[in-house]
């Protein structure tokens, strides 16, 4: 399991900085874990830890990530020896991050299947009866009801070899579009699988990650820490954050509760029947009962709003407007938020997409800079990637109304 080697960026290539390398993540991108649950949007480790590698700050210095998603950010600034702080509203992220933080600190424990007890377990109402049979429910909420007593330090690699073993018996309720996951229609459909069959995929799935954890007891030990809490009510200090690295979602309808709805049902949470959590997450498209009160926002995102208003298309000065609005609300709050925490000098890296609404370019970059200005921030640099395959593109009809390469920019900033 120990092995000399440790896939990381070389000093030189850090030296090198970000003009070496993209923020994209390749598709298979295995360094740091990135490639044993793939988390939708997340970014590359290697450039992560280029960028935080590169920064003029102290050793001491906190390093936070609002929209942590599997934790790139938290790993790069554990790895360069800061102390790191990730935010994620979904829990399901927190796990992936909790399991890439912990892996190069101990020898993974796993757990046998021999310790997951039969337990009087009720199915009728399990989230997971989208999927599978009622049978095949009763191990799976057995092994999710064992693994939520571990300690967090331990349950990240089993939990994500369940999320794994689930994915792969269930990859037909998936689509073009990779954040959608379809339901069983009928129970027809339904997935079958024994208790037997089942406890050996978990074995591999546990098997297979801890082939690819590299132990070491030379790689900095900081503390990480990681909440399940909202970008726009941080869990954190005034004041008290000397880097900030992350990527909100985006404007493209990407819906992060139903593009993990299975591994939301693992954890006993139904987005079906409780739309709390689904609604929480920015870019969500279900709409709030504020979503259309007032919203103060700087001249970029108003000319967004104006021009979706305004659009010839259906729903486009109803539901669009307001998912616009709703969004630009979440942007906007968890940007007052970084304000608040961020020690004064320091830095900020968003890195984030355009996109189009129909025919309407929207120029994220522009509005999260105009955004920061106005909350006091001084913009360093702004570095664009042509983004080659983006959700535009497998979304047919949007394919239609796109009328040129997007890119994705990565903005620095420094707080007054
Ligand atoms: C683009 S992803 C971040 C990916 C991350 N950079 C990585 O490498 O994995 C955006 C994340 O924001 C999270 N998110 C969405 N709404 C949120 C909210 N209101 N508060 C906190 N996190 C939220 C999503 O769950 C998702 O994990």
């Not at 609300?329 to 925490?341: C, H, S």
């Not at 909350?375 to 040129?404: C, E, F, M």
Request: with cysteine.
């Amino acid at each position: 399991m120990t092995q000399p080697e440790l896939p990381v960026a070389s000093p030189l290539d850090r030296r090198r900085g970000r003009s070496a390398l993209s923020p994209k993540r390749p598709s298979e991108d295995k360094a740091g874990l990135a490639d044993v649950f793939p988390y939708y949007a997340g970014f590359a480790y290697d450039w992560a830890r280029a960028l935080l590698g590169s920064q003029d700050i102290s050793d001491t210095a906190v390093v936070l990530d609002p929209w942590n998603g599997s934790g790139t950010t938290t790993l790069a600034a554990q790895h360069e020896g800061f102390r790191a702080v990730g935010i994620d509203r979904n829990p399901v992220a927190n796990i992936v991050a909790r399991l890439r933080v912990s892996a190069y600190q101990t020898d993974p424990e796993l757990v046998d299947a021999s310790s997951i007890r039969p337990a009087e377990v009720a199915t009728s109402d399990d989230p997971l009866c989208a999927w599978f049979t009622r049978g095949s429910v009763s191990r799976i909420r057995e092994w999710a009801e064992h693994l939520s007593h571990l300690p967090p330090s331990q349950s990240g690699l089993p939990y994500v070899a369940l999320f794994r073993a689930i994915r792969s018996l269930t990859t037909s309720f998936e689509g073009s579009n990779p954040t959608w996951v379809k339901r069983a229609k009928s129970s027809d459909e339904l997935v079958s699988v024994s208790a037997k069959d089942f406890d050996s995929l978990l074995m591999q799935e546990q098997e297979f990650i801890t082939s690819r954890i590299v132990t070491s007891s030379e790689m900095p030990n900081n503390p990480v820490q990681l909440a399940t809490a909202l970008s726009s009510a941080l869990p954190v200090p005034n004041g008290s954050v000397d880097a900030v690295l992350t990527s909100p979602p985006y404007l493209t309808r990407i819906d992060y509760a139903v593009a993990y709805t299975r591994e939301l049902a693992v954890l006993g949470h139904d987005i079906a029947k409780d739309r709390t959590l689904r609604a929480a997450l920015m870019g969500t498209t279900l709409i709030r009962k504020d979503a259309d009160s007032h919203l103060q926002i700087g001249k970029t995102a108003g000319t967004l709003i104006q021009d979706v208003t305004s659009h010839s298309s259906k729903a486009s000065s109803g539901y669009y407007r307001k998912q616009v609005l709703q969004y630009l609300r979440d942007l906007t709050a968890g940007l007052d938020e970084v304000t608040r925490v961020t020690k004064s000098e320091g830095i900020f890296h968003l890195v984030v997409q355009d996109s189009y609404y129909k025919d309407v370019p929207v120029r994220l970059a522009d509005i999260c800079i105009e955004e920061c200005t106005l909350r006091g921030w001084n913009l360093i640099d702004r570095d664009p990637y042509v983004v080659k395959r983006t959700l535009t593109s497998v979304n047919t009809a949007a394919r239609n109304y796109k009328k040129s390469e997007v890119s994705e920019t990565v903005i620095s900033l420094r707080k007054k």
